[in-house]
């Protein structure tokens, strides 16, 4: 079980306080007391970071990549558990997907209200965690909250306050955990080729050694776009220092389409070299190829596309 803060670690002033309190105060390790499911099992517990999940970055991300690749390669590991705040953990779960490509489960779980909260829902989500890390033939990253398994590809956060905050768009859920029973849809998310190994071991070593992200930024096609933000990306991005611009994700309307005024300097990028990926800003349905020459995000929201091209960058 690894804690990474969030509101499932978050602390208020008053129980019926549910948005004025301070993400990642309590420990994993409190978390974890009175967890049902975790009696009569072993359980080791491990505090990676106290963060607020808004601030995620590299170092955060490379601790958890390392300690999860350790934990899976022990043989008396049956999978890991990671509490995280919602608002990135559809990154997070995507990012440990492409990097570790597990062949053991990594569960990520969260809560919309905090630890103090009159009726908190992160036990409930911890307790359906362990179940789904225990349950025989899982594999693969996957997200539990409110009772729905998401897969890391199809995950979104999709409401700001309410306890069910995800959605896995027209994939629909992996599962669900029933009256302590998992409930399979469709199969675990592939492990990937990761040869002999719990993982995949050419991937977490690239991503354990790069000292900073490729810089790639995502910008956003609406009506009376003018192209600005990549204009000033152009000028100021390409040579700054130490992560100058290499890649832009356009969330495209519709079917990934994009204003003439801002394709126009999209084509600027491309021609100095930048890599551009076209995502949609819908929540659902995935953008095909059109007659741009800008490639699509292959099913991928914006935030993963930026992700995926993120470690395609790693890579060169
Ligand atoms: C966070 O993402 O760390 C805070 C918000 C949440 O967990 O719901």
Same mark, same amino acid.
């Given at each position: 079980m690894l804690g990474t803060g969030g509101t499932i670690a978050g602390r208020a002033s /008053? =129980?019926? +306080?549910?948005?004025g309190y301070v993400a990642g105060q309590v420990g994993v390790a409190d978390l974890v007391r009175d967890i049902p499911a975790l009696a009569g099992g072993a359980v080791e517990v491990e505090q990676v970071a106290q963060i607020d999940s808004k601030d995620m970055d590299l170092g955060v991300w490379q601790a958890l990549v390392e300690r999860i690749a350790h934990h899976l390669a022990r043989p008396d590991v049956v999978g890991v558990v990671v509490t995280h705040g919602t608002d990135t953990i559809e990154e997070t779960a995507y990012l440990l997907q492409s990097v570790l490509k597990p062949r053991k489960p990594v569960v990520l779980t969260c809560a919309m209200r905090p630890a103090t909260a009159l009726a908190p829902d992160g036990p409930q989500n911890l307790n359906d965690a362990v179940l789904l890390a225990r349950c025989a033939g899982a594999q693969g990253v996957v997200v539990v909250c409110a009772a729905r398994v998401h897969g890391a590809l199809d995950i979104a956060? *999709?409401? *700001?306050?309410? @306890? +069910? %905050?995800?959605d896995s768009g +027209? %994939?629909? =859920? @992996?599962g669900t955990v029933e009256h302590g029973q998992v409930r399979l849809f469709r199969p675990w998310p592939g492990a990937g080729d990761t040869g002999e190994g719990m993982v995949d071991e050419t991937t977490v070593k690239r991503f354990l050694k790069a000292t900073r992200l490729p810089r790639v930024e995502i910008v956003l096609s609406h009506a009376a776009a003018d192209g600005l933000m990549v204009r000033c990306l152009l000028e100021h991005g390409l040579? /700054? /220092? =130490? %992560?100058?611009?290499q890649g832009l994700v356009v969330a495209g309307t519709g079917n990934g389409t994009v204003h003439r005024s801002l394709l126009s300097v999209l084509e600027d990028a491309m021609t100095a070299g930048v890599r551009v990926v076209r995502s949609t800003r819908c929540a659902r349905g995935q953008v095909s190829a059109d007659k741009t020459g800008i490639p699509d995000s292959d099913g991928l929201s914006p935030l993963k596309a930026r992700l995926a091209l993120m470690l395609d960058l790693l890579k060169g």
């Open positions: /008053s =129980p019926d +306080d549910l948005s956060k *999709t409401h *700001t306050y309410q @306890v +069910d %905050a995800f +027209d %994939a629909g =859920p @992996v040579n /700054s /220092s =130490p %992560a100058p611009l």
